[in-house]
């Protein structure tokens, strides 16, 4: 080989090894621009593949778990950001309160935020209070019939465009409408299938509906402008599907049953 194309080839190494300091250095500030992984994360005792819970030595979920792992690849401490629902966590989303996080995704929320890959599919459907005479979705939607639904979410933006005639009404916590339900003072919560199941068991009396009116699709999300930390956080998450991590994610938050749904 000439010895002027070696040296040029060996200045293109030189100069890649170079860069990469610089490359990851861009990296960290688009994506962790405070020093920390800032997660944002919601907490509710419903569980599932979107929620997190508050433990004794700090926050349990499959976000907290996905969360930590990225914030080690990064090489940052990881720092969650607590909200009480996903709609404050997409209100937050301009803010500059926190960098990454996953939550339902739908049309209005692609306008603040940007997506990575799916990582999970829900069947949204309602769950009934003890004693209702209703029996399936015609039933339910009535005059007169009061459903409630976690306020500025995917699922509640689904229902009100669902139901033509009961009124739905947002509420900002899960426990909040928990205690609703079981009193009776509303008629029907909207939700995910699975976390409304785990409901029902601990309300007797009430029933969760068989049909779905919505599917809801949960994913990686970072803030808009933020190019770099979308292209990071959807290699991660499509390593994760495949290398296990997510799966591990799901086994470490009880959710052992539940087949990872992309599509």
């Known amino acids: 080989m000439p010895t002027s194309l070696q040296s040029a080839?060996?200045?293109?190494?030189?100069?890649a090894?170079?860069?990469?300091?610089?490359?990851?250095?861009?990296?960290?500030?688009?994506?962790?621009?405070?020093?920390k992984l800032r997660v944002a994360i919601a907490i509710s005792p419903a569980g599932g593949a979107f929620w997190s819970t508050k433990t004794e030595s700090g926050y349990a979920g499959v976000p907290v778990d996905l969360g930590r792992?990225?914030?080690?690849?990064?090489?940052?401490?990881?720092?969650?950001?607590?909200?009480?629902?996903?709609?404050?966590?997409?209100?937050?989303?301009?803010?500059?309160?926190?960098?990454?996080?996953?939550l339902p995704r739908d049309p209005e929320r692609e306008t603040r935020m940007m997506f990575g890959p799916i990582y999970e599919v829900a069947d949204a459907t309602y769950i009934v209070r003890p004693?209702?005479?209703?029996?399936?979705?015609?039933?339910?939607?009535?005059?007169?019939?009061?459903?409630?639904?976690?306020?500025?979410?995917?699922t509640m933006r689904g229902a009100i465009a669902h139901l033509k005639n009961a009124k739905v009404t947002g509420y900002q916590t899960y426990d909040e409408i928990f205690g609703h339900l079981k009193s009776g003072e509303v008629d029907a919560f909207a939700l995910s299938r699975d976390q409304l199941n785990k409901m029902a068991q601990k309300i007797p009396g009430t029933r969760v509906l068989?049909?779905?009116?919505?599917?809801?699709?949960?994913?990686?999300?970072v803030p808009l402008g933020h190019s770099q930390a979308l292209a990071f956080v959807t290699k991660f998450m499509t390593d994760a599907t495949t290398n296990g991590?997510?799966?591990?994610?799901?086994?470490?938050?009880g959710l052992k049953d539940s087949p990872i749904r992309t599509e």
Request: glycine share 8%.
């Open 245 to 253: 991590t997510l799966r591990k994610a799901y086994d470490n938050n």
């Open 69 to 102: 792992e990225m914030a080690a690849q990064l090489g940052v401490p990881v720092e969650y950001v607590v909200h009480q629902n996903s709609g404050q966590i997409t209100d937050a989303a301009s803010k500059g309160s926190w960098d990454i996080t996953w």
């Open 210 to 221: 068989d049909e779905t009116f919505k599917k809801t699709v949960t994913a990686v999300a």
């Open 9 to 15: 080839l060996a200045g293109l190494v030189v100069a």
């Open 17 to 35: 090894v170079l860069a990469l300091p610089a490359l990851a250095d861009g990296l960290k500030d688009d994506i962790a621009p405070t020093g």
């Open 131 to 154: 004693g209702s005479a209703v029996t399936n979705f015609a039933t339910l939607d009535q005059p007169g019939i009061k459903v409630a639904a976690v306020n500025a979410t995917t």
